[in-house]
């Protein structure tokens, strides 16, 4: 059954500092994807990224970086230089393509970014 | 596009009333999803259609919860009769399902608060 654990429940960081949340999944399929979604005090859940099993190269979208390497089924999101408003619960989540497409998500990162 | 839409925002009933959430996912999109988001169980699936058809409501706790998606621009989740354990936000995702993308990234609604007292 797939599985996705976000190990770090909470992070308290210094606005500037650079911050990642790990993300490790679990699935037998080969044919999966791999979501970021961020939700902040408002409680909307806001996507961030999308990747399929098949595509391992590393993204960056601004201050926001990703690190997807299967041989660790991990998934690992990176913010640089962290602002404020980057306070926020962050949840990974996993889809498998055989599994009806039911997505899983991690019980999520809170974020607290100080000023 | 206006994104999903869901209604009403916040809800507050009493133990044994009728619960109606009601979502409008994005126009053009094929699979709607609902979640429901507690501190203790963070966010599960209850329930997901696919063309209007339900494909897998496993995650719907009890016979209490019923859901429809009489057409391709509204569904409802129904609550009844409502208990105090109910009291979650409850989301409403849509997305795109096709043959060679599979799932395409699910878009949530703003999510409905409700309270059973």
């Known amino acids: 059954a797939q599985k996705v654990t976000q190990a770090q429940t909470e992070i308290s960081v210094v606005e500037k500092e650079d911050v990642t949340l790990d993300c490790v999944y679990e699935t037998r399929d080969t044919t999966y994807y791999l979501f970021w979604y961020k939700q902040p005090p408002s409680g909307e859940l806001v996507f961030l990224i999308r990747?399929?099993?098949?595509?391992?190269q590393n993204e960056i979208s601004g201050r926001y970086s990703w690190n997807f390497q299967k041989s660790t089924s991990s998934f690992n999101f990176t913010i640089t230089a962290s602002q404020v408003v980057d306070s926020a619960v962050y949840f990974c989540a996993l889809s498998e393509a055989d599994n009806n497409n039911d997505m899983r998500f991690g019980a999520g990162t809170r974020l607290t970014v100080k000023p | 596009d206006a994104g999903v839409i869901q209604s009403p925002r916040h809800e507050v009933t009493e133990m044994g009333q009728e619960v109606t959430l009601r979502c409008k996912p994005i126009?053009?999109?094929?699979?709607l999803f609902w979640y429901r988001q507690t501190m203790m169980r963070g966010l599960e699936l209850l329930i997901y259609f696919n063309n209007n058809v339900p494909i897998d409501d496993s995650g719907m706790p009890e016979d209490r919860f019923s859901a429809k998606m009489p057409n391709a621009s509204f569904s409802t989740l129904k609550i009844q009769p409502s208990e105090p354990r109910d009291s979650a936000v409850y989301f409403c995702?849509?997305?795109?399902?096709?043959?060679?993308?599979?799932?395409?990234?699910?878009?949530f609604g703003p999510g409905t608060r409700l309270l059973v007292l």
């Open positions: 995702a849509s997305s795109l399902r096709s043959s060679d993308r599979g799932q395409e990234t699910q878009y």
């Open positions: 126009s053009g999109h094929n699979s």
């Open positions: 990747r399929n099993s098949f595509d391992e």
